[in-house]
């Protein structure tokens, strides 16, 4: 006998382990995201954001499960995995950045500042 779990229950699971791989193999406390912009709508109103952290040679692109971990739909941006973020006014990368270090360390003091962001 097999269950089915609903969707609000998968993506549930899914945010979890998207949080779980990104605390035990990708982020640590005060880890850089480097924020790469894809695209931004004709408009201006929404742009495409991928997420890459590292140093020196070895990089890693953290998009997909920071979308997941986000509840975030993923994206193909010309060619690149990215997160469309909506809105204008304000740093969007860093705001990408914020709300993931807010689900990774919540519970912490100031949690949403817990990693650094930076443009490449």
């Given at each position: 006998?097999?269950?089915?779990?609903?969707?609000?229950?998968?993506?549930?699971?899914?945010?979890?382990?998207?949080?779980?791989?990104?605390?035990?193999?990708?982020?640590?406390?005060?880890?850089?995201?480097?924020?790469i912009m894809r695209n931004v709508s004709s408009s201006g109103m929404s742009r495409d954001i991928s997420?890459?952290?590292?140093?020196?040679?070895?990089?890693?692109?953290?998009?997909?499960?920071?979308?997941?971990?986000?509840?975030?739909?993923?994206?193909?941006?010309?060619?690149?995995?990215?997160?469309?973020?909506?809105?204008?006014?304000?740093?969007?990368?860093?705001?990408?950045?914020?709300?993931?270090?807010?689900?990774?360390?919540?519970?912490?003091?100031?949690?949403?500042?817990?990693?650094?962001?930076?443009?490449?």
């Open positions: 006998m097999t269950t089915t779990l609903s969707k609000k229950a998968q993506a549930q699971l899914d945010r979890d382990y998207a949080v779980e791989r990104l605390l035990t193999y990708y982020i640590k406390p005060g880890v850089k995201v480097y924020t997420l890459v952290i590292g140093d020196g040679n070895d990089i890693a692109d953290i998009t997909y499960y920071a979308a997941q971990a986000l509840g975030d739909k993923l994206i193909e941006s010309k060619g690149h995995r990215a997160i469309r973020v909506r809105g204008a006014g304000m740093d969007m990368g860093f705001h990408l950045v914020y709300n993931l270090s807010s689900v990774l360390f919540h519970g912490q003091d100031r949690a949403g500042y817990v990693l650094k962001q930076a443009w490449l």
